[in-house]
C-alpha cells in the first residue's frame, strides 16, 4: 500500500488529476496495471496507450468506464473500459464504483482507485485494504499535532534518561525510573510510526516534516535496546541474552496504549526484579548503556567486561590491572573505562547539585 501512496501524494502528476476529477465534481474508477489479468476482465472501451497527463485522466474521467493505466502511472493504457470482475468475490461496499474497485483489488494484484463525486472522496484498494486519502492540509494539521506531542515525549525521555544516568552512577535506580524511560522511549517511537504513515501520504510535501521527526527519533530506539539490556531478567528457558532482549523489546511495542501506561504492566513485561512502589528497593544495571558512551567499545568488549564484573558498581570499583584481563581490553581501554565512567560520575554529581 506505501507505494500506491507514494504514487498518489500531493505533487505527483497521478493525484493532481485524481484532485482534478474531484474539483470538476465527477467519479471515476482507475486501475493501475494493464497485465493479462487486468485485460481479462476488461470489456469494451478503446485503446489509447497515450502519455499520462493530469488533464487527460479529468477528461477520460467524464465518461463511465474505468481508465486503465500502466503499472507506473506514466501511460494511459485504456479508457471507459467496463470492468467485470468476479462477482463471488466478497465485498463491503454499497456503491457499484467502489464494489467493483474492491473486487478487482481483492482478486487481481493491482491497486484500484475510486474517486467518489457524492463524497468528494479518494479510496485506495489494494488486496483486502482500503486507504481513504486525505486533503493535504489535513495531513499537515495531524503532522503538526504528532510532531508537537512527540517533543513533549522527547523532553520527558531526556529528562528520565539523565536522571537514570545519575542514578545508576550514585547506585540508588529504582524500578519506577527504568519504567518511566521505558514508557517515554516507547511513545517517541509510536508517535514516530504515526508521522511515517502520514509521510508517505504527503509525498515531498513531507520533506521538511520527516526531518524533525528523524531529529526527534535519534537515539531513542538505541537507548531502549540498552536500558533494556541494562535490568531485564534472564529468560527462564536458557535464551541468550540478546534474544531476551529482542523479545522483550518487541513486546513493548506491541503492548495497548492503555496497558504502557500502566508502569506495573510494562515492568513486569521487563521482568524487573523488586518493587515498583517501594522506593527502597533498588535494581542494578549491568552497565552496557553506560559503556555504549565511552568511545570505540565495541559491543563484543562491552559484553566481555559485564560478563566479567556482572554489574556497573562493580564495573567502576574494578582496578586497571582487573580490567586490563578481560580478553580485548589491554591498557589503553582499561585507562578509557576507568577515566570515562569517572567523567560521567563527576558530570552525574555536577548536574544534581548544580
Known amino acids: 500500500m506505501s507505494v500506491v501512496l507514494a504514487m ?31 485485460l481479462a476482465i476488461c470489456s469494451g472501451g478503446f485503446l489509447l496507450d497515450s502519455e499520462f497527463s493530469p488533464q487527460r485522466l479529468s477528461e477520460l474521467a467524464k465518461m463511465d468506464g474505468a481508465i486503465i493505466l500502466a503499472p507506473d502511472a506514466s501511460r494511459i493504457a485504456r479508457a ?49 485494504e482500503k486507504h481513504t486519502l486525505q486533503p493535504t492540509s489535513w495531513l499537515h494539521d495531524r503532522t503538526d499535532q504528532a510532531l508537537a ?8 525521555f531526556d529528562m528520565a534518561i539523565n536522571n537514570l544516568s545519575i542514578l545508576e552512577v550514585e547506585d540508588s535506580v529504582s524500578v519506577g525510573d527504568v519504567v518511566g524511560v521505558v514508557q517515554a522511549a516507547e511513545m517517541v517511537l509510536r508517535i514516530a510510526e504515526e508521522v511515517d504513515a502520514y509521510l508517505v501520504e504527503l509525498g515531498e510535501d513531507g520533506r521538511l516534516v520527516g526531518l524533525q521527526s528523524s531529529e526527534l527519533v535519534d537515539g531513542v530506539a538505541r537507548n531502549l535496546h540498552l536500558v533494556v539490556r541494562d535490568y531485564c531478567a534472564q529468560a527462564d528457558d536458557g535464551s541468550h541474552r540478546s534474544e531476551t532482549v529482542a523479545s522483550i523489546v518487541g513486546q513493548l511495542a506491541q503492548l495497548p496504549s492503555d496497558e504502557l501506561r500502566d508502569s506495573a504492566r510494562v515492568a513486569s513485561v521487563l521482568r524487573l526484579t523488586g518493587s ?79
Not at 102 to 113: G, H, K, N, Y
Not at 149 to 156: I, K, L, V, Y
Not at 315 to 338: C, N, P
Request: hydrophobic residues 40%.
Open 8 to 38: 498518489v501524494a500531493p505533487g505527483q502528476p497521478l493525484r493532481d488529476g485524481l484532485d482534478r476529477v474531484l474539483r470538476a465534481k465527477r467519479g471515476g474508477l482507475v486501475v493501475i496495471g494493464d497485465g493479462p489479468d487486468v
Open 80 to 128: 471507459n473500459v467496463h470492468l467485470v470482475p468476479d462477482a463471488s468475490v466478497p465485498t463491503t461496499e454499497t456503491g457499484t464504483r467502489h464494489r467493483t474497485a474492491e473486487r478487482v483489488a481483492r482478486s487481481i494484484d493491482v491497486p484500484v482507485l475510486s474517486v467518489s463525486a457524492a463524497m468528494s472522496v479518494i479510496a485506495v484498494y489494494r488486496h483486502d
Open 149 to 156: 506531542t512527540m517533543q513533549r515525549f522527547r523532553n520527558r
Open 276 to 354: 515498583l512502589h517501594d522506593t527502597e528497593s533498588g535494581i542494578e544495571p549491568r552497565g552496557y548503556r553506560l559503556l555504549d558512551r565511552l568511545p570505540r567499545f565495541s559491543e563484543v568488549i562491552i559484553e566481555r567486561i559485564v560478563d566479567r564484573f556482572v554489574n556497573l558498581q562493580q564495573i567502576m570499583r574494578a582496578s586497571l590491572a582487573d580490567l586490563e584481563q578481560v580478553e580485548g581490553v589491554g591498557q589503553a581501554r582499561a585507562h578509557s573505562v576507568k577515566d570515562g565512567l569517572a567523567r560521567l560520575a563527576e558530570a552525574s554529581i555536577f548536574e544534581r547539585y548544580q
